[in-house]
């Protein structure tokens, strides 16, 4: 069988074509990165968790009507999603403040804040991904402002179902990033959920002791990754109580 082509390989993912035209396989790799990336390790399994987290936040958005780029998984680490050009932007919602709006604004971490409050970041790690304004995307054409409208939009929804999902098992979301993709239907474009959704890319805290559930563990010396993570798929039942991540092919006497 002919080696698939690689289209990008990033710090926690690489991007093949996919089998048929439209689609795209994403792989979730072990390796786990901070502060654009001055910080690395590889956590064993992590792509496993992510994987499966991944397709269970997208299957539910999915059935909720918010339109992602997830068609199905595949195996242990890979998925088949729908490719589109990716609007260069991280599109964050923040419930409660944390991370660098703490740092930003002088707001004790964990400080509820007075609703959901969405912020852009321009896409472009040789930068650091800069906070940016809608002024910025219009004027350097990054997005229109009915793709911002559309941006926004998608953003709350997902929001709402991934608040509702976590409180049910114990967790707080205190925020998370999202990317946005274009698809095109002849001259028509939409623009639906695409990257990954996970423990990488949310915060997590459990409701009752603030325990850190996510890649926060990693970017802070808090414990081990994995267990957080695992700790998340156990309480949304998307991994069996017992079951430690397989991560490769063990032999059997
Ligand atoms: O670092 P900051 O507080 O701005 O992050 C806000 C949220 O966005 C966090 O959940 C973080 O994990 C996520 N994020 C991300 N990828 C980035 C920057 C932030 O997933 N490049």
Not at 99 to 125: F, N, W
Request: aromatic share 8%; glycine share 8%.
């Amino acid at each position: 069988m002919a080696r698939r082509n690689k289209i990008y390989e990033g710090k926690a993912k690489i991007i093949y074509e996919g089998p048929e035209a439209g689609t795209i396989v994403q792989y979730f790799k072990d390796d786990a990165t901070a502060f654009n990336a001055q910080k690395k390790d590889v956590i064993e399994g992590k792509g496993v968790l992510n994987n499966r987290l991944c397709e269970y936040f997208m299957v539910g958005l999915n059935q909720i009507g918010v339109p992602t780029h997830f068609i199905k998984r595949l195996n242990m680490r890979e998925q088949l999603c729908k490719s589109c050009e990716i609007v260069p932007l991280e599109v964050i919602v923040r419930n409660y403040a944390a991370g660098t709006m703490s740092k930003r604004l002088g707001l004790e971490e964990g400080t509820q804040l007075p609703r959901p409050i969405v912020e852009y970041c321009y896409k472009d790690d040789s930068l650091g991904d800069p906070l940016v304004s809608e002024e910025h995307i219009a004027a350097f054409g990054w997005a229109s402002q009915q793709d911002m409208d559309d941006i926004l939009s998608l953003a709350l929804r997902v929001n709402d179902f991934l608040s509702g999902v976590m409180y049910g098992v114990g967790i707080k979301l205190i925020d998370f990033k999202i990317e946005i993709g274009r698809v095109y239907d002849g001259d028509y474009q939409r623009l639906i959920v695409a990257d990954e959704i996970s423990p990488d890319s949310c915060r997590l805290w459990d409701m009752e002791t603030g325990q850190k559930l996510d890649k926060d563990v990693f970017r802070r010396d808090l414990g081990n990754l994995a267990d957080a993570y695992t700790e998340v798929a156990t309480r949304l039942g998307v991994m069996p109580k017992t079951s430690t991540p397989i991560t490769k092919p063990t032999l059997i006497n």
